[in-house]
């Protein structure tokens, strides 16, 4: 067992949090005198239950773990910033984060004046496990794992994930934002073997509820309460949490979505590398397709005059030359490729 405390920043380990009137009492009452709320405009005149307790029940019945391994937040992005917050030392630690991958991880260290160091993935986008081990020391207090990774779409190898775990001195956390999508079935089964695991996953794509900004860290409870005692005290509105059982009990629709997805996935990939300016689709474990092409700010430029909106990720590292197309509905993905076609047309004509 990890014994978390040891990690954390000491002000943090001496923070005393603050309490909210719905963490002193919970539950129902016949009237409410102590959170100096609004009298009038039921049910949104009081403040939602800061802990998410019936949201995490249902969760946790569905993820196959205790409710108290769950934290939810306003997206994933507020679990990655808490975690940097909580465990890293402003101008003394780092984390390592694999190179290319999700940009926030960087991002949010670099708010909270913590250093990055990259490690480069392999050319054929596996993790550099030598790497990211040789890069930590001491003041190295996390290191972050997109799997599968965006933007290049493939799952790491269980084996050097796992290598990670148990040879990383610190707290390892997996973003599985598009486990759904993928061929297995990810890392929470292992989550009481490794103490030092935290898991991200999100309503934002499988769930098809990006708008509601809902994400969830799952890992040792030990853990989790030192997130809860540092975040603000009501970070999932009522709306979010209300929604979300409501999107709860669609899972059989979601699953449909899902094999719609996946589908459809199949479809761009076949009809994409038909095309004489695609160079390489690379196999993708995600909603998305990293696509190789000759010239990917012309290609972006066409499609943007039609309104077609896909991301030009040529400047990244082990991605040049590069453009990422989310998967879309069997209409909208007729209509990109409908259009890929036309492009292919109008330079060949060019180069007569």
């Not at 990383?168 to 973003?175: H, T």
């Amino acid at each position: 067992m990890i014994v978390f405390e040891k990690f954390l920043r000491k002000n943090i380990s001496e923070l005393i949090p603050y309490s909210s009137a719905r963490k002193e009492y919970s539950g129902p009452a016949a009237m409410y005198f102590d959170a100096n709320e609004n009298p009038y405009n039921k049910p949104y005149n009081r403040y939602p239950d800061p802990l998410q307790s019936e949201l995490k029940e249902k969760l946790s019945k569905i993820k196959g773990v205790k409710s108290e391994q769950i934290f939810t937040g306003n997206g994933s992005d507020e679990i990655i910033d808490l975690l940097i917050r909580a465990f890293c030392e402003p101008g003394k630690d780092n984390i390592i984060v694999p190179e290319p991958s999700y940009g926030m991880y960087e991002v949010c260290a670099q708010i909270n004046n913590v250093g990055v160091r990259k490690a480069l993935l392999k050319p054929d986008f596996s993790l550099d496990t030598s790497t990211i081990l040789s890069l930590a020391d001491e003041t190295t207090k996390l290191t972050f794992l997109c799997s599968p990774n965006n933007p290049t779409g493939n799952l790491f190898a269980c084996s050097d994930i796992i290598k990670v775990l148990k040879d990383f001195g610190g707290i390892v956390i997996l973003d599985e934002a598009y486990i759904d999508f993928s061929s297995n079935d990810g890392f929470i089964k292992y989550l009481n073997d490794y103490p030092n695991l935290v898991i991200l996953q999100t309503f934002s794509k499988a769930w098809g509820m990006a708008g509601i900004r809902l994400g969830f860290g799952f890992g040792d409870a030990q853990l989790i309460d030192i997130l809860n005692r540092i975040k603000y005290p009501y970070n999932v509105s009522s709306l979010t949490q209300k929604t979300a059982l409501e999107m709860i009990e669609r899972q059989s629709e979601v699953e449909v979505w899902i094999r719609n997805i996946l589908d459809q996935r199949r479809f761009l990939e076949e009809h994409l590398r038909q095309l004489n300016f695609v160079k390489e689709v690379y196999p993708s474990e995600a909603n998305f397709l990293l696509v190789k092409v000759n010239d990917p700010a012309s290609i972006y430029s066409y499609l943007e005059s039609s309104k077609l909106i896909i991301r030009n990720r040529s400047k990244m590292p082990l991605c040049e030359g590069c453009i990422r197309i989310t998967v879309g509905t069997a209409i909208e993905n007729k209509t990109l490729i409908d259009r890929m076609i036309l492009y292919q047309t109008q330079i060949n004509t060019s180069a007569v």
